[in-house]
């Protein structure tokens, strides 16, 4: 069975703390993705990668950075938390093999973070 | 970056009932196309591709107009477990060889006893 794995469900951190949102997928797929969701605005997509080492920033980036040091993992990383980063967070992740790749991604179980 | 726009709902409708959903998407290049659903607290899973011939999985039936850059969902004989929320999602087909997804901002279905 395929799994994306975000080990922290649930973190409130206070204004101005580091925070670190990690991601681990086992089905060896070069691309992972972190989304954020939001009530009435759906799904934004922060960073992607698609290789080990490589990033790309998505619609939203600032405020966030990432890193990808090894295939399986992908961490979302917030500099200085912001009360309005407060949101759920989700990790996905995507093989390019298939010329439909909408039907080959897989999400994780979100990780909703609060921020006081 | 292109939208794709979705009719928020809710939907309120009682078991049995058929409902659609309908989702218009402004990219022209769009290449593939997907319903997901989502329960509400839980990640997005894949409900269904969406092809230009339609097609069917037991009571959902997924339709594409490419020329109205139209996509639909109809559920037949609606189920209390069918209350979800569903995602229309594109694909824009550039940001590297895997793609680039586009997620509607979802339509809320709730399905009464």
Redesign the interface.
Do not use: M, T, W
């Given at each position: 069975d395929v799994k994306v794995t975000q080990s922290s469900r649930y973190l409130v951190k206070r204004t101005g703390e580091k925070v670190f949102l990690e991601c681990v997928q086992d089905m060896d797929h070069?691309?992972m993705f972190w989304y954020r969701q939001d009530p009435?605005?759906?799904?934004r997509l922060i960073y992607?990668s698609?290789d080990v080492k490589m990033k790309?920033k998505g619609?939203i980036p600032e405020g966030y950075s990432v890193s990808r040091e090894k295939k399986e993992r992908f961490s979302l990383i917030l500099e200085s938390a912001s009360t309005n980063q407060t949101s759920m967070y989700?990790c996905a992740s995507?093989?390019?093999s298939s010329?439909?790749?909408?039907?080959t991604?897989y999400?994780?179980?979100?990780s909703w973070l609060t921020v006081v | 970056?292109k939208e794709v726009e979705q009719d928020?709902g809710p939907f309120n409708v009682p078991e049995g009932a058929t409902v659609a959903f309908n989702c218009t998407y402004s990219n022209s290049a769009s290449?593939?196309?997907?319903w997901y659903r989502q329960d509400c607290?839980?990640?997005?899973?894949?409900l269904m591709?969406v092809y230009s011939s339609g097609n069917e999985d037991g009571r959902f039936t997924a339709q594409l107009n490419r020329a109205s850059q139209y996509i639909s969902l109809l559920i037949r004989d609606s189920k209390l477990s069918d209350s979800a929320t569903y995602?229309c999602?594109v694909?824009i087909g550039y940001?590297?060889?895997?793609?680039n997804?586009i997620?509607?901002?979802?339509t809320k279905l709730s399905v009464k006893p």
């Open positions: 070069e691309n009435g605005l759906g799904l992607f698609y790309e619609d989700l995507s093989s390019p010329p439909n790749s909408g039907n991604i999400f994780g179980e979100g | 970056r928020p290449q593939s196309f997907f607290r839980k990640e997005p899973k894949l591709s995602l999602v694909n940001g590297g060889s895997q793609g997804l997620f509607g901002k979802g």
